[in-house]
């Protein structure tokens, strides 16, 4: 077996996509065909396709329950669903769109991206990419295996104790609830770990901290909040589980459990997730708009201090959502203000992209109407965030449609929206084919009509005081006409979603050929063909600037990036790692090969979990027993991964 | 929008119900018990001194966003209409890339003006805290609402022990004058409000949460649980009756008097069905039904709907809603009966004596 | 094809803080502090709700829970003294220490499994009970698998696949376990003495 240097100095050539250096490195990197290499790949191109593909299919899932329930809405008291059945259903809309939809389709863009745009060959951990994919696949199907048995998780995606108590809801629906919250949290983490560190580390050598795409910026810093707020929301389910299965008395408010416990630490994670499902997006908006704008971003800085800012306040205004509590005044207005506060980092970025549209030529291509749209639908959202954010009023406003409105503006204006204009980007780049424009326009006319429609009219339905989570209202409450307005909209809005589908369906085999850089953007993807080949870059470029296949034509810096011209790395899957903050050259990183590990790692704890909602203590034992020979097996030192001692060296 | 108006006789409200309650709860039904007749529960026009503070305030934000939404809008349509460029969406690299333009005033200006505006709604909601914080003299009456599954229990307080009473799912207050409510809860959470002159306030196992208001209008308006709280969350809600202290005065002392001992041996046997079949689950004052599990039933006949207004109170509603309480609320606590004809007839007539 | 190179010479593979598993594991080690911040929040929130009505009648005693704290301490040192002698490519100093540490993390579940059950309350009885046992158990099984990690690397020392270089795995288990040692301190401050201090 060849021994594997403690060092060497990094060969230096230039290399296109057809040297023999690069087809060296196509050996290397491929994915075998077959059953086998599909389940065992580590490429992040393909997973990260894998998480879009799969976290759109969760969004059709809980688009389709939205419109059930807005069947049962259309008209004052309807019987289409019975109240449990309308129950489960909304808390499963929103359990799917904010869980199984919106953070990971947010992923999968990054999963698919980063090493694209930060030039280097795969995610940090490349093997634990593919974990995260699999984890979160298994937790979806997990909390969708409750409705099976007809006990889905029945009490709001915040399921508040004491209603999700054995006493109340006997049925295991707040099992498949607690342990899928925690087996996704388990994803989500291994997902954050790695993007972290490939943000920290894997950047191409000169791309320094004030070079990197927003995206990155955005992806990095919802990665540290989900570190920190994650544990917050795993934890507040394993207790629920406690509460449930043993007695203990956490929520449970006979004896001296706080159910306002639950709140407390449900908030304190969900409302920076609430953040976390959208910076990401925001970073999406922010690379690309530029691109048809056809200039730089204005205000890279600020608008990056934004994203970070807005993160950090995230964790100051949780009790926004407990103004009804009982709290003492004092805590409410400190929360109050704070929440108004964080309205000021999304001023910037709001007028960072108006400013970006003014000072520059917009090319209305359909992305650039996602774009424009999505500003546009952030304020109506922001500002409805803001009149929550009053005390008095939000006492008012609070479990109203209004509420209902304000998130689906958020929630669809900054996630979906940037996500289909995303997508209509980064399509040609993802298959090396053009989406339909044409087909295009007609889906983002009928989105975003079809959205307007049935959601702007919402917030007279909550001011009109209709509460959310009824599954039916009596007549001769001011709130028919709205209804059957905001249900037809929704149905509109799913036209549009179908036109977008077909869309896909179509041009992935007719579309227009598209060639390397089809919308001539300025990052690193776009110097790559499309699709990209297993190994993305044939030499590591070398970034002199934040836009490297702009800067002849910007003029910006000293230097010129280097992009056919840098080092090959092709002793084995190698990566470059690089300096924090710099970006020096540092270390040769060693990249695992495929490998099931994950997969099977997957399984055993999936099954771990299953044991536990089961009672099969045992069996929920034998699985953590392999989980565990998994894990070490999977992390055993490798001599081709440089982790053991070579005896030729000692 | 049209301006609400509160409507002060209810009585009149009886004879227009039909018999068959089949239809649920129709339209008139419910604004015949609210403060606005074209959204009972809409809070935009305040009926009390709170939510009239909470509604200026509410209002101001509104426009604000208003505003907000129609400059930064048109300034994404106008930007993008004027600079549109050329270039074919084909072909957008017939577009030249450049450094075009400052832009960063942008977000100076804009950023100044929002922080402007931010400071100034936070001043405005500051004061109205101060303004909601505590009624302006002490509260004339404290009510003591328990929220359960899914009706609310009531029970009025005073230092005299012998005035304090029962009941459930409809509360008058004396008009002009600040109440206190204590709320509790007997299961889950569940939200007290009543829009028109209540701003929210949860009812939380293990705490006593207090809130006050005060309705400024004679009227009946209507109130509605608005924290989910399962099943029937939909059809929780709650009556206020604001009047004149004579009227308030008259009405409490009425709630306390015990019911009539039955004379005819028709009505005698009408108690016994009712005692056995219902007694367990509801209370009725000065009997042996001492049940705490259902609504108390003490003076059922002065309430104006039953069943946590979701059903008009009389004869035909409510001889459904023992019939087959589980198909107007699916899941509601009070089970099917299987109760026969002849003694639905009874319980019936009992019933009609509960005034 | 490859011309004169005006790069330095780089490490290759796991190398110390270069390594990709060490930033890592500084990841985690931040997600699992926000955890047990969590834990202890909970804990807080009680206390501050119930004041000392909320504590049990006989606190957890310190007859146990010092020594043993000791002893976690200790074991840290021992980790310390295994990892300088793994970075002087010292073998047997590196399987000593950890040897010692292993054994010093074990006897300290044990002594902890002890201390559990004198307790006179149990994880249902109450609010407390639930918490201490929660709170503990949730850095039990945290120790149980800093145990498993010193057994491997112990392991794998002696399998010889850690020299003066290639060490990368000592220095990612040693901080997960010093991080361990430092929550218990927390933990250590929060049972027994804080309500000590009221
Ligand atoms: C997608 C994510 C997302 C985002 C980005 C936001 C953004 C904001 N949210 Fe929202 N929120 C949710 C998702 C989100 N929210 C969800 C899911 C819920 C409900 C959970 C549930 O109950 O189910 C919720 C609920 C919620 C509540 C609780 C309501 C209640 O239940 O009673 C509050 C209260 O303060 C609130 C406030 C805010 C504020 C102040 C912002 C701010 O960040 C908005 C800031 C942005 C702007 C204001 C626009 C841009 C600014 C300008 C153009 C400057 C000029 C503006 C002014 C001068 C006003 N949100
Ligand atoms: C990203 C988040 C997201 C998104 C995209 C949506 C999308 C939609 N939501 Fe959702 N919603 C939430 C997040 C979201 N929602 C949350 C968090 C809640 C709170 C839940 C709670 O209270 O606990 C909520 C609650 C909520 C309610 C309130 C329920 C209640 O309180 O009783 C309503 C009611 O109208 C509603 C409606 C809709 C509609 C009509 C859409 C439309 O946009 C959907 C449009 C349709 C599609 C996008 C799919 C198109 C599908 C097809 C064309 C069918 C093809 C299908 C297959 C092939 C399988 N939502
Ligand atoms: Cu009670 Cu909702
Ligand atoms: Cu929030």
Same mark, same amino acid.
């Given at each position: 077996m060849a021994v594997i240097d403690y060092d060497r100095a990094p060969e230096f050539a230039t290399a296109g996509y057809d040297s023999p250096a690069a087809s060296r490195l196509h050996a290397l990197w491929e994915t075998k065909p077959g059953l086998i290499g599909w389940l065992s790949t580590v490429d992040h191109k393909e997973l990260g396709v894998r998480y879009l593909v799969t976290a759109f299919a969760f969004l059709l899932l809980g688009g389709l329950e939205a419109l059930i329930m807005r069947l049962q809405l259309a008209q004052p008291n309807e019987h289409l669903l019975s109240p449990e059945q309308y129950n489960q259903i909304f808390s499963m809309h929103g359990i799917t769109m904010i869980f199984l939809y919106a953070q990971p389709i947010l992923s999968g863009f990054s999963i698919y991206l980063f090493p694209l745009i930060l030039g280097t060959r795969d995610m940090a951990f490349p093997r634990l990419n593919a974990f995260s994919y699999w984890a979160y696949l298994a937790a979806g199907l997990f909390m969708y295996a409750s409705f099976l048995i007809g006990a889905a998780p029945n009490d709001g995606w915040f399921n508040y104790a004491p209603y999700a108590l054995k006493q109340f809801n006997p049925n295991p629906n707040m099992d498949f609830y607690a342990l899928g919250m925690i087996l996704l949290g388990v994803s989500t983490t291994a997902g954050a770990v790695n993007f972290l560190v490939t943000f920290l580390r894997l950047r191409a050598p000169g791309m320094s901290i004030n070079r990197v795409p927003i995206l990155a910026w955005g992806t990095t810093t919802t990665s540290v909040g989900i570190l920190l707020s994650v544990p917050a929301v795993s934890l507040a389910f394993f207790l629920l589980w406690l509460d449930r299965q043993f007695g203990t008395h956490f929520y449970n408010p006979d004896g001296q459990g706080q159910p306002l416990l639950w709140q407390h630490l449900f908030w304190m994670f969900a409302h920076p997730? @609430?953040?976390?499902?959208?910076?990401?997006?925001?970073?999406?908006?922010?690379?690309?708009?530029?691109?048809?704008?056809?200039?730089?971003?204005?205000?890279?800085?600020?608008v990056v201090l934004a994203t970070i800012t807005t993160m950090v306040l995230g964790f100051g205004v949780w009790l926004h959502h407990m103004f009804a509590t009982g709290l003492?005044?004092? %805590?409410?207005?400190? *929360?109050?203000?704070?929440?108004?506060?964080?309205?000021?980092?999304?001023?910037?970025? @709001?007028?960072?992209?108006?400013?970006?549209?003014?000072? /520059?030529?917009?090319? *209305?291509?359909?992305?650039?109407?996602? *774009? %424009?749209?999505?500003?546009?639908?952030?304020?109506?959202?922001?500002?409805?965030?803001?009149?929550t954010a009053a005390v008095p009023a939000d006492r008012q406003l609070t479990d109203t449609y209004f509420v209902v409105a304000h998130i689906h503006y958020v929630l669809i204006g900054i996630?979906?929206?940037?996500?289909? /204009?995303?997508?209509?980007?980064?399509?040609?780049?993802?298959?090396?084919?053009?989406?339909?424009?044409?087909?295009?326009?007609?889906?983002?006319?009928?989105?975003?009509?079809?959205?307007?429609?049935?959601?702007?009219?919402?917030?007279?339905?909550?001011? %009109?005081?209709?509460?959310?989570?009824?599954?039916?209202?009596?007549?001769?409450?001011?709130?028919?006409?709205?209804?059957?307005?905001?249900?037809?909209?929704?149905?509109?809005?799913?036209? /549009?979603?179908?036109? *977008?589908?077909?869309?896909?369906?179509?041009?992935?085999?007719?579309?227009?050929?598209?060639?390397?850089?089809?919308?001539?953007?300025?990052?690193?993807?776009?110097?790559?063909?499309?699709?990209?080949?297993?190994?993305?870059?044939?030499?590591?470029?070398?970034?002199?600037?934040?836009?490297?296949?702009w800067e002849d034509r910007l003029d910006e810096g000293l230097g010129r990036s280097s992009i056919r011209r840098g080092v090959v790395l092709d002793h084995g899957k190698e990566a470059l790692a690089t300096s924090t903050l710099d970006g020096e050259p540092d270390a040769i990183l060693k990249m695992p090969e495929d490998s099931l590990s994950p997969l099977v790692a997957t399984i055993v704890m999936t099954a771990a979990f299953a044991g536990l909602l089961l009672h099969w203590w045992m069996f929920a034992g034998v699985c953590a027993a392999l989980l565990l020979a998994a894990t070490i097996i999977w992390l055993w030192p490798e001599r081709e991964l440089g982790q053991r001692a070579e005896a030729s060296h000692g | 929008m049209t301006r609400p108006h509160p409507v002060s006789n209810p009585r009149r409200r009886r004879s227009r119900w039909p018999a068959a309650w089949t239809a649920a709860v129709t339209a008139d039904a419910l604004c015949s018990v609210a403060a606005s007749a074209?959204?009972?529960?809409?809070?935009?026009?305040?009926?009390?001194?709170?939510?009239?503070?909470?509604?200026?305030?509410?209002?101001?934000?509104?426009?604000?966003?208003?505003?907000?939404?129609?400059?930064?809008?048109?300034?994404?349509?106008?930007?993008?209409?004027?600079?549109?460029?050329?270039?074919?969406?084909?072909?957008?690299?017939?577009?030249?890339?450049?450094?075009?333009?400052?832009?960063?005033?942008?977000?100076?200006?804009?950023?100044?003006?929002?922080?402007?505006?931010?400071?100034?709604?936070?001043?405005?909601?500051?004061?109205?805290?101060?303004?909601?914080?505590?009624?302006?003299?002490?509260?004339?009456?404290?009510?003591?609402?328990?929220?359960?599954?899914?009706?609310?229990?009531?029970?009025?307080?005073? #230092? #005299?022990?012998?005035?304090?009473?029962?009941?459930?799912?409809?509360?008058?207050?004396?008009?002009?004058?600040?109440?206190?409510?204590?709320?509790?809860?007997?299961?889950?959470?569940?939200?007290?409000?009543i829009p028109a002159v209540s701003d929210k306030i949860d009812l939380i196992p293990n705490q006593t949460n207090e809130t006050w208001f005060q309705a400024d209008k004679a009227g009946i308006y209507r109130g509605q649980c608005s924290e989910y709280c399962g099943k029937q969350h939909a059809h929780m809600g709650l009556v206020l009756v604001a009047e004149d202290e004579a009227s308030f005065k008259a009405w409490w002392d009425g709630q306390l008097t015990p019911a009539a001992e039955p004379e005819k041996s028709e009505l005698v046997r009408a108690e016994g069905v009712f005692l056995q079949r219902c007694g367990a689950c509801h209370g009725v004052r000065g009997t042996s039904a001492g049940g705490r599990f259902g609504p108390d039933l003490s003076h059922l006949m002065s309430r104006r709907t039953i069943a946590a207004a979701t059903l008009p109170n009389d004869t035909g509603h409510l001889s459904g809603w023992v019939a087959d309480p589980q198909h107007v609320k699916p899941g509601n606590l009070m089970p099917n009966l299987g109760i026969s004809g002849p003694e639905l007839a009874s319980v019936q007539t009992y019933l009609a004596t509960l005034n | 094809?490859?011309?004169?190179?005006?790069?330095?010479?780089?490490?290759?593979?796991?190398?110390?803080?270069?390594?990709?598993?060490?930033?890592?594991?500084?990841?985690?080690?931040?997600?699992?502090?926000?955890?047990?911040?969590?834990?202890?929040?909970?804990?807080?929130? =009680?206390?501050?709700?119930?004041?000392?009505? =909320?504590?049990?009648?006989?606190?957890?005693?310190?007859?146990?829970?010092?020594?043993?704290?000791?002893?976690?301490?200790?074991?840290?040192?021992?980790?310390?003294?295994?990892?300088?002698?793994?970075?002087?490519?010292?073998?047997?100093?590196?399987?000593?220490?950890?040897?010692?540490?292993?054994?010093?993390?074990?006897? =300290?579940?044990?002594?902890?499994?002890?201390?559990?059950?004198?307790?006179? =309350?149990?994880?249902?009885?109450?609010?407390?009970g639930s918490l201490f046992f929660t709170i503990t158990g949730f850095h039990m099984a945290h120790v149980i698998a800093g145990d498993i990690v010193l057994a491997v690397l112990l392991l794998w020392t002696l399998l010889g696949y850690f020299d003066a270089r290639r060490n990368a795995a000592v220095s990612i288990g040693a901080i997960y376990w010093h991080f361990v040692d430092a929550v218990w301190l927390t933990l250590f401050f929060t049972f027994y003495v804080t309500p000590r201090l009221s």
């Open positions: 997730w @609430v953040y976390i499902i959208v910076l990401p997006a925001m970073g999406i908006v922010s690379d690309a708009l530029p691109i048809f704008c056809r200039r730089p971003l204005v205000g890279y800085t600020v003492p005044f004092l %805590a409410l207005s400190f *929360f109050s203000g704070a929440s108004f506060i964080i309205t000021v980092p999304s001023a910037v970025a @709001v007028f960072a992209w108006i400013a970006t549209i003014w000072a /520059g030529r917009p090319v *209305f291509t359909t992305a650039f109407l996602y *774009f %424009a749209g999505f500003v546009s639908m952030f304020v109506i959202g922001g500002v409805s965030g803001v009149m996630n979906l929206f940037p996500v289909l /204009g995303g997508l209509h980007v980064w399509f040609p780049k993802m298959t090396g084919r053009m989406l339909s424009e044409r087909l295009g326009r007609w889906s983002f006319w009928t989105v975003f009509i079809g959205f307007n429609m049935a959601f702007l009219p919402m917030h007279w339905t909550g001011l %009109a005081g209709m509460p959310r989570r009824i599954y039916t209202y009596p007549e001769g409450m001011g709130w028919d006409t709205v209804n059957l307005i905001t249900t037809i909209g929704a149905f509109v809005l799913a036209a /549009g979603i179908l036109i *977008f589908l077909a869309n896909i369906a179509l041009s992935r085999r007719n579309g227009r050929v598209a060639g390397p850089n089809p919308w001539d953007g300025p990052t690193l993807e776009w110097s790559t063909p499309s699709p990209p080949p297993p190994y993305n870059f044939p030499v590591i470029p070398a970034v002199a600037s934040r836009h490297p296949l | 074209e959204t009972p529960l809409g809070y935009l026009e305040g009926f009390g001194v709170k939510t009239r503070e909470i509604a200026h305030l509410t209002w101001a934000l509104l426009i604000l966003s208003i505003v907000v939404v129609v400059i930064t809008s048109a300034l994404v349509v106008v930007g993008a209409l004027l600079r549109r460029s050329r270039a074919p969406v084909g072909n957008i690299e017939q577009e030249p890339v450049s450094r075009s333009g400052r832009g960063v005033a942008w977000i100076t200006i804009g950023v100044s003006v929002s922080t402007v505006a931010l400071i100034g709604s936070m001043a405005w909601t500051a004061y109205t805290m101060a303004a909601i914080r505590a009624p302006s003299q002490n509260p004339a009456v404290t009510i003591e609402v328990t929220g359960r599954q899914w009706w609310w229990q009531v029970r009025y307080q005073s #230092d #005299d022990p012998s005035r304090v009473f029962d009941t459930a799912n409809e509360i008058h207050v004396p008009v002009g004058k600040p109440v206190r409510v204590r709320v509790k809860t007997a299961d889950v959470i569940h939200s007290f409000w | 094809m490859a011309d004169a190179t005006d790069l330095e010479r780089l490490p290759i593979g796991s190398i110390g803080h270069r390594a990709s598993g060490w930033w890592g594991m500084l990841a985690v080690i931040m997600t699992e502090g926000a955890l047990f911040s969590y834990l202890l929040f909970s804990y807080y929130y =009680f206390a501050v709700q119930y004041g000392r009505a =909320f504590l049990p009648p006989d606190l957890p005693k310190l007859h146990l829970s010092v020594p043993n704290t000791a002893l976690l301490l200790l074991s840290s040192v021992a980790v310390w003294w295994a990892e300088q002698g793994a970075k002087l490519g010292d073998r047997r100093r590196l399987a000593l220490g950890l040897a010692a540490a292993l054994i010093m993390g074990v006897g =300290f579940v044990a002594v902890q499994a002890l201390e559990w059950s004198e307790q006179s =309350f149990t994880i249902a009885s109450s609010s407390y």
